[in-house]
């Protein structure tokens, strides 16, 4: 999945419209955005990447070709948050607006809000479906138990349930996703799409020392991976690299295809190039020893001394 959370933050329109014609044309088809996408750069009000997107459709007649993600619920400023029936109603369709289209494919509760009744916000969702304005929901940023909580009450009221599950997951990033969420994926079914797919461009090598953090505004999420854990999963990523002729990001992407629930790792790109490497990863086919090489490097420190 095309992430859009850059688009109006590192990429303004003319680079954005740039990006989705060749990821579009390189087949890749399916976007994922949100609606506080990108309210932390100064001046944003929040559905810039959605406006971005909207634009692009307009301007390409690509919509009914294209697969759009969007997300409800963070902080967006101004007592527009959380996950209350009233609320979402006027968040869909302030996302449809901005969109330019008539129904979102897949809509997700962008966290969880433990102040609202599941019923109340599940039961909102399904009437939207019921209208028409969205396909399928999905959930992100949830616990493995309220994940539970969530689609056992939709079992028990037989009202829509979350079919996906967008986590943060990574190689630099595998808990708590391997040990609360995936049993839950795996007990229900759930299809992951997990974010930061790339651990914020860490696991494509270009960010090694402190000085390759410095002027890019996606380095601060890198710069905590700086430490002998993140080398050890660099040098990996480089070895497995070489061996199959191809480079660390299109090895990252590839190993998060075969964890057991995910069906489509979100990565964006801010270049032509990037964009290639998403296409290249979805081809490249890690034999069981490189597998097996890049897991026992990515080990979170925790886990490996709690198996000592």
């Known amino acids: 999945m095309l992430g859009g959370n850059v688009f109006g933050w590192t990429l303004n329109e003319s680079d954005s419209f740039r990006i989705l014609d060749s990821a579009f044309d390189a087949g890749l088809s399916f976007i994922d955005t949100a609606d506080i996408y990108s309210t932390w750069v100064p001046g944003n009000t929040g559905g810039e990447s959605e406006t971005i997107i909207g634009k692009w459709f307009a301007r390409t007649g690509k919509r009914n070709q294209v697969t759009i993600a969007t997300k409800v ?27 330019q289209t008539d129904r979102i494919d897949l809509y997700q509760s962008h966290e969880d809000d433990p102040t609202v009744r599941l019923e109340e916000t599940l039961g909102t969702f399904a009437m939207l479906i ?13 616990s493995g138990a309220r994940l539970k909580l969530a689609l056992e009450t939709s079992k028990r009221t037989g009202v829509v349930r979350y079919q996906t599950l967008q986590p943060h997951y ?18 229900y079914g759930l299809g992951v799409i997990p974010y930061f797919s790339l651990a914020s461009g860490f696991l494509t090598g270009k960010y090694r020392t402190e000085a390759d953090l410095q002027g890019r505004a996606r380095g601060g999420g890198a710069g905590k991976y700086l430490n002998a854990h993140g080398r050890a999963v660099l040098a990996a990523l480089d070895t497995v690299a070489a061996e199959y002729g191809s480079t660390p990001a299109r090895v990252a992407l590839a190993w998060l295809m075969t964890r057991p629930g995910v069906v489509a790792p979100i990565s964006s790109a801010t270049s032509v190039e990037h964009v290639t490497d998403l296409v290249e990863a979805t081809k490249l086919q890690l034999a069981r020893a490189s597998l097996d090489q890049l897991n026992a490097a990515s080990v979170p420190p925790a886990s490996r001394a709690a198996t000592v």
């Open 73 to 99: 619920g963070m902080d967006m400023g101004g007592g527009r948050k959380g996950l209350a029936g009233k609320y979402i109603e006027q968040a869909v369709d302030d996302s449809l607006r901005r969109l």
């Open 170 to 187: 990574n190689m630099m990033e595998r808990e708590p996703y391997e040990s609360d969420l995936a049993p839950v994926v795996a007990e």
């Open 130 to 142: 019921q209208k028409g304005k969205v396909r399928y929901i999905g959930a992100s940023n949830y």
